[in-house]
């Protein structure tokens, strides 16, 4: 499994696909992220940005590889691996660009009303599990459940609303904890949504590693 991360990642970078999610994150992060705000409103401003962006490197981390190279490495290490390992990849890029984000605003952020330790641990668990449920997306709106590109991209970013906006959702439960202690005073750790998300990344992984098997 780890050659093929290494491979995927290496696809991915010498793809170049990886430069537009980067730059719009960064932008987000950087026009919206003031020094002197809360920071735990901070922390879930970036968030909540990651959440679209591990939608949109996950979908290019599954779609990124050819069809002739997909199927000569499926037949090498099997389908439903290589598919884990793509989507494992998006993951990953999502979670470091998530700490890159959060260590701005944990930086640039006012931590009066909490502890450093306790907002570190609040930033990085809201982000962890808006990067998982961005993830849980892109797995689900890439190949080879949607292979029409225009259509996953449209699903995918539908879903990010969605995922932003609904109730049930535990990005959605999780930004909301933090934007409500920052103007309580209180430190939440949405350790039920960060459970919830862990569900559905699992859950949305199986499904199109399943899928991956049975259509290859």
């Known amino acids: 499994m780890t050659a093929l991360l290494r491979y995927q990642a290496a696809l991915l970078l010498r793809s170049q696909r990886w430069l537009a999610p980067c730059v719009a994150y960064a932008a987000f992060v950087a026009v919206g992220i003031r020094p002197g705000d809360p920071v735990l409103d901070s922390l879930g401003y970036a968030a909540a940005g990651l959440l679209p962006f591990a939608a949109w490197l996950v979908r290019i981390c599954a779609d990124n590889e050819p069809r002739a190279a997909r199927d000569c490495a499926a037949a090498a290490a ?48 809201v982000t962890a599990v808006c990067a998982l449920t961005g993830a849980s997306v892109g797995a689900l709106c890439a190949r080879p459940l949607l292979r029409r590109r225009g259509l996953g991209v449209l ?6 609303l969605l995922a932003l906006v609904l109730a049930p959702s535990p990005a959605h439960g999780a930004v909301s904890a933090l934007a409500t202690g920052a103007r309580s005073g209180s430190t939440p ?28």
């Open 189 to 216: 750790l949405p350790l039920t949504a960060l459970a919830v998300a862990l569900a559905l990344a699992g859950a949305a992984g199986t499904v199109a590693c399943l899928a991956a098997e049975r259509r290859g």
């Open 78 to 125: 099997g389908p439903v691996r290589v598919q884990a390992a793509a989507l494992l990849t998006g993951l990953v890029g999502a979670l470091i660009a998530g700490a890159l984000g959060s260590g701005a605003a944990f930086l640039l952020g006012d931590r009066a009303g909490t502890t450093t330790s306790a907002a570190a641990v609040a930033g990085g668990l």
């Open 155 to 160: 699903t995918a970013a539908l879903g990010s």
